[in-house]
């Protein structure tokens, strides 16, 4: 029986429905480790940003929100439909602290170095804690200086150079699969899922790729 798993996991950091994807993936992880203890799954985080183009300083968030969804109205249905997805995953998020709607690349590059170090557990815990900062403290993690302070909080490596020459100009590579949103889940480099599947469909989903 096979008990090699990969997963490949697509995400933005401006997506809440990733941060709510990656909340079931950890109950996921944890459901399999009673229903297969012989499976060591190795997770991949791949970087999807979605606003690639936006300003480096960002834009106002609210403004952006209410002419993206057709007027504040339409903010507040939308954000009421998170909230409980997030409820059910754990997840308090707090939209009104947040002021900015960031360019995500440079983080987006963060995580990548992080990831250059080898260490699975550390890139995770860089993720989370970008994720916290941005929807549960309203942090702008389009701002090198507030990068900088998550990237030492976390311990990650920046070596002398200034965090924002390591991050350099280039921008994530292209997702390899089909990817047309985030979060978006590929188990051993065959089967896909798409959105924030509950924790339940997500360990069948790992199940069937083993099998």
Known sequence: MNSRLSIDVYFDLICPWCLIGKRHLTRALEQLKTSRPD???????????????????????????ERRLGGAQAVAARRAQVREAGRVAGVDFAFEKISVMPNTLAAHRLVGLSARSGDGALTERLIERLFQSYFMEGGDIGDIAVLNALARECGVALGDAPLADALGADRPRPAPHAVSGVPYFVFNHRLALSGAQPAEILHQAMLQALA
């Open 39 to 65: 499976v060591q799954p190795q997770v991949s985080w791949h970087s999807f940003p979605l606003l690639p183009d936006t300003p480096p300083n960002g834009v106002p968030y609210q403004a952006f929100y």
